[in-house]
């Protein structure tokens, strides 16, 4: 079998067991012993079949080749980040395949809560493939003796986030979708912890026949929770991607919050009570940003797209204590530089009820401020490198940045369009202060894009 499909730039993911099993996982934790040479490694799986059973055959090649184990169990993505943060142990390998869901399953490798660079995977690859020709030897179960020391890490990750948030938070009534994965373990003890009004569905953790897909950017996905936000008059609701690294958070008619007013809002928070002045925003985000956090003498940071970029220049500068990006990455540097879907919506909440805002009218006027539809997706026969040199030229009199894809400011709207990292499309987001404006542009530019855009 040819295993190319399995490599992505950061990590490996693929359909489980015909893709990745645990014969692959065995020689993958060889090629990853072999290039990363770690001593010691804390390893974590999500909820879906087949998570489990690779992290269980990669500890064990780890194991054999000498190497000291943790295994953490069932977590979310920023739960392992946090266990690698929490023990002091930088190497950490997440066993998901992130929102693809059931049927999938991955391999995530890396060093201080970040993904290993593309360069790692790569030189993990080569070694693979060289491992791939040589006879692999039958998978066993390793002795009792040489298991993975177990970490139960769920007590001291709701404390810490327990400790980042001021409560009770009594002042909203909140649908929530825990999506039947493993961020249920913990949701619930925090909400009844801070004390939210909230309804529960999908609460039942599953490995298979999950109630939807995992990936709350679709809005087929998000249907249940809107019904739900519908039947008990919830305020708002909110809904995680599947390994929980993400959150989405929609109103109480069933639309989307921008993420830019959810960054906003704690953004404002952080800087009451960390005194934090700086964020990053990535290159998609509205202007409405910028504009908004300079009435609170907030400066913005313009960045790529991704969460690994906003980690990296909270590392290069103290003074930046938040970053977002508009896939619903929210990360935070008194949280080990984390991006944890759940403390993003729990501190989104201590932000409306320090603020005591009239919630409905506050967005609202956001709204009609901003237009900021979601983000648009197309298949097309132009390259990324083409739009760079088209775009800049048929918007010359913008603000050009080249920094990640094309992104041109206005005065009264702007644009993003890069390729996307991990699928063969391109990106387009676009907002701006008047939705017909915002609207003829877009056609302009779909002209010049061509292909077809694709479904939300």
Not at 332 to 359: Q, S, W
Request: with cysteine.
């Amino acid at each position: 079998m040819d295993y190319k499909s399995i490599f992505k730039r950061y990590d490996i993911r693929g359909k489980y067991p015909g893709e990745l099993n645990e014969a692959v996982a065995i020689k993958l934790a060889q090629a990853y012993f072999h290039t990363i040479r770690p001593r010691e490694v804390v390893i974590g799986y999500d909820n879906i079949y087949g998570s489990d059973i690779i992290a269980r055959a990669f500890s064990a090649e780890l194991i054999t080749e000498g190497v000291k184990v943790y295994n953490v169990g069932s977590v979310t993505t920023p739960m392992l980040y946090f266990s690698s943060s929490y023990k002091n142990i930088p190497l950490s390998i997440m066993c998901t395949a992130s929102h693809l869901g059931e049927g999938y399953t991955g391999i995530k490798p890396n060093k201080d809560g970040i993904p290993l660079e593309e360069e790692a995977v790569l030189a993990i690859k080569v070694e693979f493939d060289r491992l791939t020709t040589i006879a692999s030897h039958d998978f066993e179960l390793v002795p009792a003796e040489r298991q993975p020391e177990t970490i139960n890490i769920y007590g001291p990750y709701v404390a810490t986030i327990a400790s980042l948030l001021s409560y009770p938070l009594y002042n909203y009534k909140v649908a929530v979708d825990l999506g039947n994965g493993n961020n249920a373990f913990v949701a619930e003890q925090l909400l009844h912890k801070v004390g939210i009004d909230y309804r529960a569905i999908n609460s039942e953790v599953r490995d298979r026949d999950l109630q939807h897909p995992s990936n709350p950017k679709m809005q087929s996905n998000r249907s249940q929770l809107e019904h739900l936000i519908a039947e008990m008059g919830a305020d708002l609701g909110v809904i995680w991607d599947g390994d929980c690294d993400r959150c989405y958070l929609v109103d109480w008619a069933g639309e989307v919050i921008p993420p830019e007013y959810v960054a906003i809002k704690i953004a404002g928070l952080l800087k009451k009570t960390n005194s934090y002045s700086h964020i990053t925003a990535d290159v998609r985000a509205s202007f409405a940003v910028e504009r908004e956090l300079a009435k609170e003498e907030i400066k913005v940071k313009r960045i790529q797209a991704w969460h690994v970029p906003i980690k990296y220049e909270m590392e290069q500068d103290p003074t930046i204590g938040f970053g977002f990006e508009v896939s619903g990455h929210y990360v935070f540097k008194d949280f080990f530089k984390i991006d944890d879907g759940l403390l993003a919506f729990l501190l989104f909440i201590e932000a409306l009820e320090n603020l005591k805002l009239d919630f409905k009218a506050d967005l609202s006027k956001f709204h009609s401020t901003y237009y900021i539809p979601e983000e648009m997706n197309f298949t097309s026969p132009i390259s990324e490198e083409e739009l760079k040199a088209k775009l800049p030229v048929k918007y010359k009199d913008g603000l050009i940045n080249l920094v990640d894809g094309v992104s041109i400011d206005y005065p009264t709207w702007r644009f993003n369009i890069r390729a996307s990292r991990t699928e063969p499309i391109l990106r387009l987001n676009i907002s701006g202060t008047n939705r017909a404006e915002v609207g003829a542009h877009l056609a302009d530019i779909e002209l010049v894009v061509g292909g077809k855009k694709l479904a939300s």
